[in-house]
């Protein structure tokens, strides 16, 4: 089991909803990926907090039930946030394994996989242009046509640019050649065969 945080003790308002059950939304602490939902009593929190595995109460089974009892796929315990009315909780986890009884990630059938924004779209796009292969329409395809050296090439090129760009005084153009120098880089990156995950394993690992 982790815990990254010290978890706040809150006070949720078990009484406002029915039988005192509050809905508890699940929540990758590292990809932010919304996982499941369930419902918890102040039982079922407060051996949550104990245990620092989540523990819902299965109104089928009518009674404490903590994800992962038979399956070992446990949600450990990371932060608990209550909302502004406090009758909704943001439980923050480090899961192990899948989380659906289904064998997904998610109950939504989805993968639980970092996102990086815009820059996950563009890693895409990349990846579809290469496979498109028709170097005719598509820039990226005729780049990566010319091969490695060529990419790794512009990559430089951008770089220099970018340089250049710093130690003058036109923010436009900077932000321009930088945006150009990232892009050309996802290009390196995926023809070498990484992606911005890597760059982030390679970080996180320097970090410790």
Not at 102 to 109: A, E, H, L, P, S
Not at 146 to 153: E, H, L, T, V
Request: hydrophobic share 35%; proline share 2%; aromatic share 8%.
């Amino acid at each position: 089991m982790t815990n990254n945080k010290n978890t706040a003790i809150i006070s949720p308002s078990w009484e406002k909803l029915e039988g005192g059950l509050i809905p508890a939304i699940i929540q990758d602490a590292t990809t932010k990926n919304v996982l499941m939902l369930g419902y918890m009593n102040n039982d079922a929190y407060q051996k949550t907090i104990e245990t620092k595995q989540v523990t819902f109460f299965s109104r089928s089974k009518q009674r404490l039930w903590t994800k992962g009892e038979e399956s070992g796929n446990f949600l450990n315990l990371v932060d608990i946030k209550n909302d502004c009315d406090n009758d909704t909780l943001l439980i923050q986890v480090n899961p192990v394994g899948p989380t659906c009884h289904k064998g997904t990630d998610t109950c939504w059938q989805t993968e639980n996989k970092p996102s990086y924004g815009f820059f996950s779209t563009l890693e895409a796009i990349i990846t579809e242009r290469i496979s498109s292969k028709d170097a005719k329409k598509s820039y990226v395809a005729s780049l990566f046509e010319k091969g490695i050296n060529k990419i790794a090439q512009k990559v430089g090129e951008e770089a220099v640019e970018t340089v250049i760009e710093a130690m003058d005084t036109n923010d436009e153009l900077f932000l321009y050649e930088s945006a150009d120098l990232l892009f050309h880089y996802l290009m390196l990156l995926q023809a070498k065969g990484f992606t911005l995950k890597d760059i982030e394993e390679e970080l996180k690992g320097r970090h410790k």
